[in-house]
């Protein structure tokens, strides 16, 4: 079975632009994560996805936003790109929603450089 | 909201030596913790998991455990090797709930 893909997998952005990040998770799962990853502020949640409608929410500016599809892909996009967004966006998928009854398995990432 | 402290936050092992990460959480109602290993430009791998219903989990080389009363989980690496080399990161997340709240990482360097 194929892992979660994520695409672009590096992306050079300028300042003010917005961007656009795609997700595929494993297929049959249901339930799309993303986080944000840096070197000072570790893994921090973003948002997540299930039946296509946003289910949580990280701490992020609204600027952060996503969208799932009847397919169960999703896209995260970043308007109005500040140089602090400069980060590994990572995206994971699951079966279900309950962390407790499924585990999570992240994708290789999209490396975001704003200049 | 939840809170995961993790420590070292790097360390230096000979191969062969075990390793040992420690992590704290804040919040008693937690009670799912997995531990990923993200190698240098992948994303992070779940290498192992705990529930609270048991206090101790193996799988080869790895275990892990888990005291509820003191709220701290361990990961143990035997026999390391040097493609045991990375960061590990703990999690946290409780029932219910589908975020998990991650430590700030271990870079663990296990020389030949």
């Known amino acids: 079975k194929a892992g979660v893909t994520q695409t672009p997998r590096y992306l050079i952005k300028t300042r003010g632009q917005q961007v656009t990040l795609s997700c595929s998770p494993i297929?049959?799962?249901?339930?799309v994560s993303w986080y944000q990853q840096t070197p000072g502020q570790g893994l921090q949640f973003l948002f997540e996805?299930?039946?296509?409608?946003?289910?949580n929410k990280g701490n992020f500016p609204g600027r952060f936003s996503g969208r799932q599809f009847s397919n169960s892909r999703s896209e995260m996009n970043v308007s109005t790109l500040e140089l602090g967004d400069s980060a590994l966006y990572l995206c994971?998928?699951?079966?279900?929603?309950?962390?407790?009854?499924?585990?999570?398995?992240f994708g290789p990432g999209t490396r975001l450089t704003v200049t | 909201g939840e809170n995961v402290e993790q420590h070292p936050s790097t360390l230096s092992v000979q191969e062969g030596d075990s390793a040992v990460i420690k992590c704290t959480y804040s919040?008693?109602?937690?009670?799912?913790f997995p531990w990923y290993k993200q190698e240098l430009g992948k994303g992070p791998q779940l290498i192992i998991d705990?529930?609270?219903?048991?206090g101790e989990k193996k799988d080869q080389r790895i275990a892990v455990t888990l005291n509820k009363t003191a709220k701290h989980f361990s990961l143990h690496i035997t026999e390391t090797q040097p493609e045991d080399s990375a960061v590990y990161f703990c999690?946290?997340?409780?029932?219910?709930?589908?975020?998990?709240?991650f430590g700030k990482g271990t870079m663990l360097l296990v020389s030949p």
């Open positions: 994971a998928s699951s079966l279900f929603r309950d962390r407790v009854r499924d585990e999570q398995y």
């Open positions: 297929s049959g799962h249901r339930s």
């Open positions: 705990i529930r609270s219903n048991v």
């Open positions: 919040d008693s109602a937690s009670n799912y």
């Open positions: 996805y299930f039946s296509e409608t946003q289910r």
């Open positions: 999690a946290a997340s409780k029932t219910g709930y589908s975020t998990l709240t």
